[in-house]
Every structure is written in C-alpha cells, then in structure tokens.
C-alpha cells in the first residue's frame, strides 16, 4: 500500500488569502488527485495532478482558483486561491499506480479548511 | 456527467441487523469500487467490483455487481459497531479517475 502525508492538516483562514496544502506519498505513484469533500458527503474531484504538466481540472474547477503543482512521482501541492467561505471543506489528496498495485486508490487523511 | 445516485443516506439500525445499500448509475463504469471513511481520515478502498454479475464476500460484508455494470450493492450481515462508517461507491471512469456516489452515513448501535 501507499501511505499519503498531507499537511496541514486543518487551518483556519482569513478571507481573501491563499493556502497551499502539500501532499507526500512515501512511494513512486503514476497518478496523483486532489478531491474535495464536505464532512459526512460525498467527493469531488477537482483535478489530476500531472507530473511535469499542467494539472487536469474537472469541469466547475480552473487553475487560477486552484493551481496545482506536481514536480515529482511522490509529492503534489493544491493551493486555494483568494479563498472565501465557500472555500471551507475538506480536500483530499489521492494517489494510484504504485510499484506493486495499480489499480487501488489511496487517500491521504485530508485537510479540513474553514475560512472566516 | 456520470452520476452515481446511492441509497440510504443515512442508516440507524442495532447491532446484529442486517442492511443493503445501492449504488444505482445510468451510465457504464469499466469497475466499481467501495470504500469506508471514518471522521477525521481519508477513504479506504473495501472492495472493487469489475465483471458484470460478479459477487464478492469480505467477512461479513457481500458486494454484488449489477450484469449491466451501471449498479451494486453492499450487503453487511449481522452489524457491529464497529461497521459505523461513512461507505462511498464509486465509479471508474478514465485513468483511474473516480465519480463518488452521495454516501451512506450507516450508525450501528450496541
């Protein structure tokens, strides 16, 4: 399996500033994904992290808002731009393809962000 | 957009019960995965379904996918608290990417 570090994992935020949440996997994945998720509801996937290339955004999702960065097979960053309220969820960094299973999904244990 | 309605939403039942939850799509998903989330931490992956029809039992737990590949179900036998859990379906689109179902809050109470 893969173990998926995110940090921070909560912060609280003013509105109108940005907070970039870093996501570690301790192994060489081939797919990488954030996700959002209101406690208790379902997710959204919000792009795929593309190593050496712009980031995949789903539709309702762009990149001024969220840019993403992924410089490596082990490590991604999704930062929330100019946040407002509407911004307070939990984002979920995800990750695929590792050495030795390709097809399961592993989560990170997400970051809670609640803006003022 | 592929969407994946789920049934209950929420599921209150006593320890030693039985319960089915469903995943239903209009669409076709190449598999279907379920996980369990507990507060505080991410997903984790229970089972994947990928054959039309195809069965699979974990413990107490039998997941069924639907001949068409648009639907499944989660059946858990005789509960425990243990069980209580936020359990998601999704489907398996391009690339390893996922469309979540709604979720189902299932609380099982001693």
């Known amino acids: 399996s893969a173990v998926i570090s995110q940090k921070p994992s909560r912060d609280i935020c003013q509105r109108g500033t940005s907070l970039t949440i870093q996501c570690q996997v301790d192994s060489q994945v081939t797919m990488m994904f954030w996700y959002r998720q209101q406690p208790g509801q379902s997710l959204t996937l919000i792009a795929t992290?593309?190593?050496?290339?712009?980031?995949?955004?789903e539709s309702g999702f762009v990149i001024d808002k969220f840019p993403i960065s992924r410089p490596n097979l082990t490590f991604s960053t999704l930062t929330v731009s100019n946040m407002s309220p509407e911004d307070s969820s939990i984002y979920l960094c995800?990750?695929?393809?590792?050495?030795?299973?390709?097809?399961?999904?592993?989560f990170g244990e997400g970051s809670r962000l609640t803006v003022l | 957009t592929q969407l994946l309605e789920q049934s209950p939403q929420f599921l209150s039942i006593q320890e030693g019960e039985n319960l089915t939850v469903y995943c239903n799509s209009s669409s076709v998903f190449s598999s279907l995965q379920w996980y369990r989330q507990e507060p505080g931490e991410g997903p984790v992956l229970l089972v994947t379904v990928v054959t039309g029809g195809e069965v699979k039992k974990l413990k107490r737990l039998t997941f069924q996918f639907g001949d068409a590949r648009k639907d499944s179900s989660l059946h858990i036998t005789a509960a425990q608290p243990g069980d209580t859990g936020l359990y998601l379906c999704?489907?398996?689109?391009?690339?390893?990417?996922?469309?979540f179902g709604e979720g189902t809050q299932l609380t099982v109470n001693p």
């Open positions: 995800s990750a695929a393809g590792t050495r030795f299973n390709t097809g399961e999904l592993f």
């Open positions: 992290a593309n190593q050496g290339s712009e980031a995949t955004y």
């Open positions: 999704a489907g398996e689109t391009s690339g390893s990417r996922l469309t």
